[in-house]
């Protein structure tokens, strides 16, 4: 049980598009999903938590006209990086939180590489 | 905010060891303590947790301990295994509510035949 999935799982786009990411939690439903970022050796920085029903709340530094969050139902959370730049590339992970639990469940990462 | 350091950043051991990986914390309100594992390219599993009001659980080759006085908590790997090579992360929540989770630097697992 508890799984998430990512769509799709690597994306290269180019300059100046935009790229939406999808986050699925599977066999549960899912109030409240998170948003992280990745950069190569790092470790996962927190970007957003997104509610079902309501806007998602960004971290301090997080551009929330660039990054844009949908939630719209209990199992899917979207994430489009719009007008994408080179420094956007990133390993973006979303994770879900089962209802009633504390314990987060990771998708399995989306690779972005804007050219 | 939150400011969480593991020790060490890497750590190379010889099959069949043990290892241990200790993450400090700042936030004396955090209540739930999780480490999770990730595998290169891939997105963190969770491998065990605990929370505040328990100093120690283990899970078969895995355990963890907590001491909310000095705020560090560690993460025990017994009779490792090169499987169990990877980047664990420890990720404290902080107290207040939201749920987020703080990852920590992370630390670089090598287990070495």
């Known amino acids: 049980g508890a799984v998430v999935s990512q769509h799709p799982s690597w994306v290269i786009c180019k300059s100046g598009t935009s790229v939406k990411i999808e986050c699925r939690s599977l066999?549960?439903?899912?109030?409240?999903m998170f948003w992280y970022r990745q950069f190569p050796k790092q470790s996962l920085m927190l970007m957003a938590t997104?509610?079902?029903?309501?806007?998602?709340?960004?971290e301090q530094g997080v551009e929330k006209d660039k990054f844009l969050i949908n939630h719209a139902s209990l199992t899917l959370s979207t994430l489009t990086v719009t007008s994408a730049h080179p420094e956007d590339s990133s390993f973006y992970i979303c994770?879900?939180?089962?209802?009633?639990?504390?314990?987060?469940?990771f998708g399995p990462g989306t690779r972005l590489l804007v050219l | 905010g939150e400011n969480v350091e593991q020790h060490p950043s890497t750590l190379s051991v010889q099959e069949g060891d043990s290892a241990v990986i200790k993450c400090t914390y700042s936030?004396?309100?955090?209540?739930?303590f999780p480490w999770y594992k990730q595998e290169l390219g891939k997105g963190p599993q969770l491998i065990i947790d605990?929370?505040?009001?328990?100093g120690e659980k283990k899970d078969q080759r895995i355990a963890v301990t907590l001491n909310k006085t000095a705020k560090h908590f560690s993460l025990h790997i017994t009779e490792t295994q090169p499987e169990d090579s990877a980047v664990y992360f420890c990720?404290?929540?902080?107290?207040?509510?939201?749920?987020?989770?703080?990852f920590g630097t992370g630390t670089q697992l090598k287990v070495e035949l």
């Open positions: 994770s879900a939180l089962s209802g009633g639990l504390e314990t987060q469940y």
């Open positions: 066999d549960f439903q899912a109030t409240t």
């Open positions: 997104s509610n079902e029903g309501s806007k998602a709340t960004y």
């Open positions: 936030d004396s309100a955090s209540n739930y």
């Open positions: 605990i929370r505040s009001n328990v």
């Open positions: 990720a404290p929540r902080k107290g207040g509510g939201g749920n987020k989770l703080t």
